[in-house]
Each structure stands twice: as C-alpha cells, then as structure tokens.
C-alpha cells in the first residue's frame, strides 16, 4: 500500500503560481513512477503531468507544457507539481498518483491515489 496526501492547493488570479505537494508514505516510494492528474466539473479525470522513478524522464499533457514543472525528492518521499502562467480553465481538483507500471500518462494504470486538492484561477 502507498499512502498519498495532497496539499497546497488554493485560489489564485490568472496568471498566477501554486506549487503542489504530494507526501507519500508506505511500500518504498522511490519505485514508484508518479503522476499528476486533475478533475474539473462534469469533465473526465485528464492527465497532467508524470515522472519516472529516478526523475529521468518527466511527461506533460499538452495543455499544460511550458508552464508546469513536476519534481521528486525520493529520500523525503514527496513530489511536487509548480505551476506557473495558471488560467482559468487549469481550475480543477488536482490527484497525485502512483504507479509501478511504464506506461504512466494512463489514468487506469494507476494503482493509488490521493484525495485531492482544489484549484481554482478565477478570471
């Protein structure tokens, strides 16, 4: 079992910046791939960003390149998402995730999840 708590999200101006914090705890966090994934009203869980174990290799969702940067720190068993340039339509409740499989932009292939953490960019 992984143990996953989300925190710093909020409400911010268009524009603005959050950083996102995920605090795993259980089996060993560092071999797990994890993501970032976010839930808008009456819309579909979407892929957000993701990070390999070693944080070699780092993916993002098209919608969000540029302006988001996803990082871990596996000896404090956290992972981070920063997000820059928010807009209006980045308002979401954003899910931290793991996953010990390859593909890691699948939400499906995601074994665990956290609650969540509302965002909200107001216009």
């Known amino acids: 079992q992984v143990q996953l708590v989300e925190s710093g999200g909020g409400l911010v101006q268009t524009g603005g910046s959050l950083r996102l914090s995920c605090a795993a705890s259980?089996?060993?966090?560092?071999?797990?791939?994890m993501g970032w994934f976010r839930q808008a009203p009456g819309k579909e869980r979407e892929f957000v960003a993701a990070i390999r174990r070693n944080s070699g290799s780092t993916y993002y969702a098209d919608s969000v390149k540029g302006r988001v940067t996803i990082s871990r720190d596996n000896a404090k068993e956290m992972v981070y998402l920063q997000m820059n340039s928010l807009k209006p339509e980045d308002t979401a409740v954003y899910y931290c995730?793991?996953?010990?499989?390859?593909?890691?932009?699948?939400?499906?292939?995601?074994?665990?999840w956290g609650q969540g953490t509302q965002v909200t960019v107001s216009s």
């Open positions: 259980g089996r060993i966090f560092s071999s797990y791939a």
């Open positions: 995730a793991a996953t010990w499989r390859m593909t890691v932009t699948i939400r499906s292939d995601y074994e665990y």
